[in-house]
């Protein structure tokens, strides 16, 4: 299959032109010197013809992009082109026009089944071009076709050793896996792979649902899972901050005296302690005047 895009192609009207001109040219000199001779009769009209069929199947216009594969007898004798290519009229021919330039072929896989049986839709682009002009004509029929025929057997054969979710989520692996394969394949026919895109995966509609549950499921198990990882993490470091309190009384009235600063440098009001938590600034006369001065409100100056 072949995805029509719309787009101009380049066009050989003008190398078609050329020969037809070469055609009348032959055809018309023999004319001149039949009349000339003889004058004109349908043995010379027949002549010109002739003539100018063996000249214009003689001189050939080969494009910037092509490559001719010419054959005497039937055996491959040279590529010529690009330019003016002249043959032996009845002796060689060129069988093929090759074109060197990159082509997009468009390949598709329809209800292709998964290793773990489920049906998918899936199109591709595969970007190629001929780099043997020789190995194109000799090796394979017909080599545009053969590419878009082999692309879409390796596609279904890819599909099927992977399971739904990995054709899903791991298209630049499938597209890398078909590019490999394809490169082996097409190389002995001349044919070179630059790139390989899978354009769509469909799945069927009735498995888009469970996908999207599934999905959902497993997004929830991650977030809970992280969660109670930084829940461990927490633990442990209270853990290792109460053994250090633990055998420090004064650090822990630090520590509590702090929080109570904390609590109020914000606001900058008034905390009301109570008599349990008051007890963590009880000890040191230095250790109350600490937490006075940790818990006084601070001074804003007021427009007099």
């Known amino acids: 299959m072949q995805l029509e895009t719309g787009r101009r192609r380049t066009s050989r009207n003008g190398a078609a032109a050329f020969t037809v001109v070469v055609f009348l040219l032959a055809a018309a000199l023999v004319c001149a010197v039949a009349e000339v001779v003889g004058g004109m009769g ?8 002739i003539v100018g069929v063996l000249a214009a199947s003689s001189v050939h216009v080969v494009m ?14 040279r590529v010529a082109g690009p330019g ?5 009229p009845l002796i060689e021919f060129y069988t ?23 049906p998918v839709n899936v199109d591709a ?29 390796m596609l279904r054969k890819a599909i099927g050793r992977a ?3 990995e054709v899903a989520t791991r298209r630049d692996q499938l597209d890398a896996e078909l590019k490999d394969v394809l490169e082996e394949k097409l190389a002995d ?16 509609k009735e498995l888009q649902s469970s996908m999207a549950a599934e999905a959902v499921a497993t997004r929830e198990r991650n977030a809970r899972m992280i969660m109670a990882e930084a829940e461990r993490d927490i633990s442990e470091m209270l853990r ?16 509590t005296m702090h929080l109570a600063y904390e609590s109020v440098k914000q606001s900058g009001g008034t905390v009301v302690i109570p008599s349990a938590f008051s007890e963590g600034f009880t000890g040191a006369p230095e250790d109350a005047e600490r937490a006075a001065r940790a818990v006084r409100p601070a001074e804003h100056p007021t427009a007099g």
């Open 42 to 49: 349908v043995a010379a009209i027949v002549t010109a013809v």
């Open 64 to 77: 910037e992009w092509e490559k001719a594969v010419v054959m005497r007898f039937g055996k491959f004798n």
């Open 84 to 88: 003016l290519v002249f043959t032996w």
């Open 96 to 118: 093929l026009r090759v074109d060197q330039r990159v082509i997009a072929t468009y390949f598709g896989a329809e209800e292709t089944l998964t290793s773990d049986l489920v």
């Open 125 to 153: 682009v595969v970007f190629w071009m001929v780099f043997s002009a020789k190995k194109a004509a000799i090796e394979v029929e017909d080599y545009a076709s053969a590419v878009s025929w082999m692309s879409q057997a």
């Open 163 to 165: 399971t739904l979710s």
């Open 189 to 204: 026919w001349g044919i070179a792979v630059m790139d390989v895109e899978v354009r769509d995966i469909v799945v069927p």
């Open 240 to 255: 290792d901050a109460s053994e250090v309190y633990d055998g420090d009384a004064e650090a822990l009235r630090l520590r």
